[in-house]
């Protein structure tokens, strides 16, 4: 594949932590200063959008320009930071107090949440949070069906069918989208693929854009359940430069096509795209322990081809004279 699609701003980049890949919920750190940084920054980012949307919606512009210059003029007096301004319903009182918790030692933050669901027992992103604090992978996935069901309860029936592809560039709307990822990458990591996959394609069906990149788990999925006739329309989605997508391109050809010469091509291409993944799936590398896999990866070095292993070894092994195939043409 050639590049990847823009505005996915959640998509594994260089550096950037993996997306899509199912992981196990964890227990919070006693500690602020062990949760990771990349969540911080999201939810900041997120927060100065709320606050940016309620500045700009107690303005009267005449035009564009005007919303520009107001812009301009109100990060030029504020240090390039968008003044934060205090909430006002319920709701936006809750939400602060879930801010506050993401950043806050254990104990602190079970109290904020629970502050949080007084004020509004449909903050979906309290739920998210004590999803993320469970203890064990059952009560994370009941903690995030809650998430989910205050997601569609607070936002209502009409935002669906209204608003649908659409869903990732509405503030109100996100805390819902990253329900459904929580939800999905859980019951994924549980044995249920198959309401995973219904998950990942409702995400898709929300985003078209994919800005949590759930293709690159989705498509996992499909293959693990040789759903091939949905995977082969999912690649043809998204133009896509990560080895994940160049790999079980190549895959699914041979599945579907034995040693064609399209199948042959899209090997080569996935060989190109990073040169690694056939020392680790064909076991000449040795794996980290799952541990120890890496949390952050770099397109074509040995990160991204761990992380794509970790997840893709089944594939291969399930299917009969893949990895012997691979091993013709990784020489």
Not at 115 to 141: F, H, N, Q, R, T
Not at 159 to 184: K, Q
Not at 185 to 210: C, H, R
Not at 276 to 292: A, I, N, Q, T
Request: proline fraction near 6%; aromatic fraction near 10%.
């Amino acid at each position: 594949m050639s590049t990847r699609k823009k505005g996915n701003d959640e998509k594994p980049t260089a550096g950037h932590r993996r997306a899509g890949r199912p992981v196990s919920p964890r227990k919070r750190a006693e500690e602020p200063e062990e949760v990771p940084p990349a969540s911080f920054s999201r939810m900041e980012i997120e927060q100065q959008m709320a606050d940016l949307s309620k500045l700009m919606a107690d303005q009267d512009f005449e035009n564009v320009d005007e919303a520009k210059d107001f812009l301009r003029n109100l990060l030029e007096d504020n240090d390039g930071k968008i003044p934060h301004r205090q909430p006002e319903t319920a709701a936006e009182k809750a939400q602060e107090l879930i801010f506050e918790a993401i950043d806050a030692p254990d104990r602190r933050a079970r109290k904020l949440i629970k502050d949080a669901l007084k004020l509004d027992p449909d903050c979906v992103d309290a739920y998210i949070l004590l999803g993320e604090m469970a203890d064990s992978l059952p009560d994370a996935i009941a903690e995030f069906r809650k998430a989910v069901a205050a997601g569609e309860r607070s936002l209502g029936a009409d935002v669906f069918e209204e608003d649908r592809g659409a869903f990732w560039g509405m503030i109100e709307t996100r805390p819902y989208m990253r329900a459904l990822r929580s939800l999905a990458t859980s019951v994924w990591n549980y044995g249920e693929v198959d309401e995973a996959v219904q998950l990942y394609q409702e995400i898709l069906s929300l985003n078209p854009g994919d800005n949590q990149g759930v293709r690159y788990a989705l498509l996992d999925a499909l293959l693990l359940l040789r759903r091939h006739d949905e995977a082969a329309e999912l690649l043809d989605q998204f133009d896509d430069s990560m080895a994940n997508w160049a790999y079980n391109e190549a895959l699914l050809l041979f599945r579907t096509e034995g040693r064609s010469e399209n199948a042959i091509e899209a090997l080569e291409t996935a060989l190109e795209v990073n040169e690694f993944v056939p020392d680790y799936l064909l076991g000449y590398e040795p794996m980290p322990d799952p541990d120890e896999i890496p949390d952050f990866i770099s397109f074509g070095d040995e990160t991204e081809a761990i992380s794509y292993v970790f997840g893709a070894f089944p594939l291969w092994a399930a299917t009969p004279g893949a990895q012997y195939w691979l091993s013709e043409y990784a020489e």
